[in-house]
């Protein structure tokens, strides 16, 4: 999926976000998102999705402006589309592993167990399929959250600091799962990061300024 990304700008009241942001990510790329904290990487990512709403400039996923869209249709967009997994993992308690992990199947309905169970295997997560969230790891939760995502085989992965809580070695770890599953299906991956391991091993590296003018090439 290609995302295109023209001029835009983010203000909370009087004070901007960013401004003047433009880039593009190509149908199978991966591009990580690095940048001083507060610069506004999370609300940029939230933008891609069409999550938040910008005050200049456009979004577009495959040439469609998520601009010119209503909610329920960004929504319609996401759930067909994208796939993000969030720093904090938001795993539904009440659900098992296997359930969680079907969510986005259960909302397209097409709910295919098979799938979600080969899901759980290519993230290692085989075999957990029947315990609570609070039976795992944090590295655990994690790649269930990559596995959620990836399930309805989305042609854009959005990630927000996938491994901002994980000890290096289980944060490459679930790196390794997250680049493999979606170079296998050829999706586009825009990744934000603090963590230079995790940067250097994207396509290209972009820097948020902390002036918040542009994205630009470390």
């Given at each position: 999926m290609t995302l295109q990304i023209t001029d835009l700008a983010?203000?909370?009241?009087?004070?901007?976000?960013?401004?003047?942001?433009?880039?593009?990510?190509?149908?199978?790329?991966?591009?990580?998102?690095v940048g001083e904290s507060g610069v506004g990487k999370s609300t940029l990512l939230?933008?891609?999705?069409?999550?938040?709403?910008?005050?200049e400039g456009s979004v577009s996923l495959n040439g469609m402006d998520l601009g010119q869209l209503t909610d329920d249709?960004?929504?319609?967009?996401?759930?067909k589309h994208v796939g993000f997994v969030f720093q904090a993992f938001h795993v539904l308690p009440h659900l098992d592993v296997a359930q969680n992990?079907?969510?986005?199947?259960?909302?397209?309905?097409?709910?295919?167990?098979?799938?979600?169970e080969a899901m759980l295997q290519a993230v290692g997560l085989d075999g957990l399929g029947a315990r609570l969230p609070q039976q795992l790891s944090g590295g655990q939760?994690?790649?269930?959250?990559?596995?959620r995502a990836l399930v309805h085989?989305?042609?854009?992965?959005?990630?927000?600091?996938?491994?901002?809580?994980?000890?290096?070695?289980?944060?490459?770890?679930?790196?390794?799962?997250?680049?493999?599953?979606?170079?296998?299906?050829n999706a586009s991956l825009v990744l934000v990061t603090h963590s230079q391991a995790a940067a250097a091993r994207a396509d290209r590296v972009l820097f948020l300024r902390s002036d918040g003018i542009a994205a630009q090439p470390v």
């Open positions: 983010k203000h909370y009241g009087n004070s901007p976000v960013f401004k003047n942001v433009s880039l593009s990510v190509a149908p199978g790329e991966f591009v990580a998102i939230n933008c891609m999705a069409g999550l938040d709403s910008w005050d249709e960004r929504a319609l967009l996401r759930r992990v079907a969510l986005p199947l259960l909302l397209l309905g097409q709910i295919d167990d098979a799938r979600v939760l994690q790649r269930v959250a990559i596995a085989r989305p042609g854009l992965l959005l990630a927000d600091e996938p491994t901002g809580n994980l000890d290096p070695t289980t944060a490459a770890r679930v790196m390794d799962a997250l680049i493999l599953q979606t170079r296998q299906h």
